[in-house]
């Protein structure tokens, strides 16, 4: 899935804020024409019964819309509510008034367009999974179906904020996080090969989150955004991007002992938007990167979040054989101890996304 509007390319993005634009200056202008009373559109009206009433009605709903299209949040909501007033404005046009009904179809298709380009901030269709519920002595390592999923949680404040993520699907949307962001870095290699692993597989569907792409500034909100709504634009786009994920794998890079720091300034831009959600990770350096990978799960802990038990480690003579700076050699030379690792972490991954994923839906 790559139709996320959060994890689009900069292309797309400004696309869409063209589009926003301009389907919002139009409704403003529309709604202004209609309730300032212009002579042609008063005019038009009193062709009907009660007819300025409703000229009214319909241009404060576009007023309304064309606000609400603006701001990113509402936008997907602004769109169809305008979408809903344009079809009604075609039939009326075409079957009462008899005008000029061209300007609603391109409209509509603009804002069609608008909505499509933007579905994943409706979120994805709720589909039931099967569930086992009597099957307590199963765990991730030795069931391959979503067992004894974890009963709703006292803290009422989670079920209420998950009704909106609505993250439902029998195959998990997993995002692969470079944790790393220094322009020689060396992540992108051990994060391609684990692409490679996770996209070969057909219990989920995996896609690559760079944090280059998420230029982030350090954190500087009022609070963490389970109590205060973040306002850096940044920010909100990137709890966007992570709500619409039921699992991560991180590429970890070990710095100091610990994860990067624009990981860790990641993991902090958002709260909400990680809990009940399940990890594994690629980790790397001297010492497999494996100080920093514990680090990650004591992290995951306070952003509630499940860390699978094994993940893939690269360390030593291996991480030296492919290390730039090293022999820089490709990873597949020393992918043979690499792949029962893989397969495990994967594995984990999947079986906690899906139980994760069932729970969740049960205690939205
Ligand atoms: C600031 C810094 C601190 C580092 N600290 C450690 C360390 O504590 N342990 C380790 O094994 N490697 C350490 N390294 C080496 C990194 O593991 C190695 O440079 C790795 O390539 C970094 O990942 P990246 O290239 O994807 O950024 C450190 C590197 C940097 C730049």
Redesign the pocket.
């Given at each position: 899935m790559t139709d996320a509007l959060a994890n689009s390319s900069r292309p797309k993005r400004i696309a869409i804020w063209v589009l926003r634009i301009l389907l919002g200056g139009a409704f403003l202008f529309f709604s202004m024409m209609k309730l300032s009373g212009q002579p042609k559109m008063v005019a038009e009206f009193d062709t009907v019964g009660f007819g300025q009433w409703f000229r009214y009605f319909t241009g404060s709903l576009e007023l309304m819309g064309g606000i609400a299209i603006l701001i990113p949040r509402m936008s997907i909501f602004g769109a169809m509510v305008l979408l809903l007033v344009d079809l009604g404005a075609l039939i009326a046009q075409v079957t009462i008034l008899h005008v000029d009904w061209v300007h609603c179809v391109v409209i509509g298709v603009l804002l069609s367009l608008a909505i499509y380009l933007q579905r994943s901030a409706i979120g994805r269709p709720a589909t039931p999974l099967p569930m086992k519920m009597n099957d307590p002595g199963k765990g991730p390592s030795d069931a391959k179906t979503p067992a004894e999923a974890p009963g709703p949680h006292p803290h009422t404040d989670f079920q209420q904020r998950n009704k909106s993520e609505n993250s439902m699907t029998t195959r998990p949307r997993i995002a692969l996080i470079?944790?790393?962001?220094?322009p020689?870095?060396?992540?992108?290699k051990?994060a391609q090969w684990m692409l490679k692993q996770a996209q070969a597989r057909d219990d989920m569907d995996v896609e690559v989150v760079d944090l280059r792409d998420h230029p982030l500034p350090f954190f500087a909100e009022m609070a963490s955004n389970l109590h205060v709504p973040s306002k850096d634009p940044e920010a909100i786009r990137w709890q966007e991007t992570i709500a619409g994920f039921d699992g991560f794998i991180f590429?970890v890079?070990?710095?100091?002992?610990?994860v990067?720091g624009a990981l860790k300034n990641a993991l902090d831009q958002a709260y909400k938007e990680w809990n009940r959600k399940p990890f594994t990770a690629i980790a790397?350096?001297?010492?497999?990167?494996a100080?920093?990978l514990e680090h990650l799960r004591g992290i995951g802990i306070e952003l509630q979040m499940v860390s699978t038990r094994s993940a893939v480690h690269i360390?030593g003579s291996d991480?030296m054989a492919v290390?730039?700076?090293g022999g820089n050699k490709p990873i597949e030379e020393i992918e043979k101890g690499l792949l029962p690792a893989a397969k495990a972490a994967l594995d984990d991954l999947s079986w906690w996304a899906q139980a994760t994923m069932t729970a969740r839906a049960a205690t939205a």
């Amino acid at each position: 899935m790559t139709d996320a509007l959060a994890n689009s390319s900069r292309p797309k993005r400004i696309a869409i804020w063209v589009l926003r634009i301009l389907l919002g200056g139009a409704f403003l202008f529309f709604s202004m024409m209609k309730l300032s009373g212009q002579p042609k559109m008063v005019a038009e009206f009193d062709t009907v019964g009660f007819g300025q009433w409703f000229r009214y009605f319909t241009g404060s709903l576009e007023l309304m819309g064309g606000i609400a299209i603006l701001i990113p949040r509402m936008s997907i909501f602004g769109a169809m509510v305008l979408l809903l007033v344009d079809l009604g404005a075609l039939i009326a046009q075409v079957t009462i008034l008899h005008v000029d009904w061209v300007h609603c179809v391109v409209i509509g298709v603009l804002l069609s367009l608008a909505i499509y380009l933007q579905r994943s901030a409706i979120g994805r269709p709720a589909t039931p999974l099967p569930m086992k519920m009597n099957d307590p002595g199963k765990g991730p390592s030795d069931a391959k179906t979503p067992a004894e999923a974890p009963g709703p949680h006292p803290h009422t404040d989670f079920q209420q904020r998950n009704k909106s993520e609505n993250s439902m699907t029998t195959r998990p949307r997993i995002a692969l996080i470079i944790g790393s962001t220094r322009p020689t870095r060396f992540a992108d290699k051990p994060a391609q090969w684990m692409l490679k692993q996770a996209q070969a597989r057909d219990d989920m569907d995996v896609e690559v989150v760079d944090l280059r792409d998420h230029p982030l500034p350090f954190f500087a909100e009022m609070a963490s955004n389970l109590h205060v709504p973040s306002k850096d634009p940044e920010a909100i786009r990137w709890q966007e991007t992570i709500a619409g994920f039921d699992g991560f794998i991180f590429v970890v890079a070990e710095y100091n002992h610990s994860v990067t720091g624009a990981l860790k300034n990641a993991l902090d831009q958002a709260y909400k938007e990680w809990n009940r959600k399940p990890f594994t990770a690629i980790a790397y350096g001297g010492a497999s990167g494996a100080r920093a990978l514990e680090h990650l799960r004591g992290i995951g802990i306070e952003l509630q979040m499940v860390s699978t038990r094994s993940a893939v480690h690269i360390g030593g003579s291996d991480f030296m054989a492919v290390f730039p700076m090293g022999g820089n050699k490709p990873i597949e030379e020393i992918e043979k101890g690499l792949l029962p690792a893989a397969k495990a972490a994967l594995d984990d991954l999947s079986w906690w996304a899906q139980a994760t994923m069932t729970a969740r839906a049960a205690t939205a």
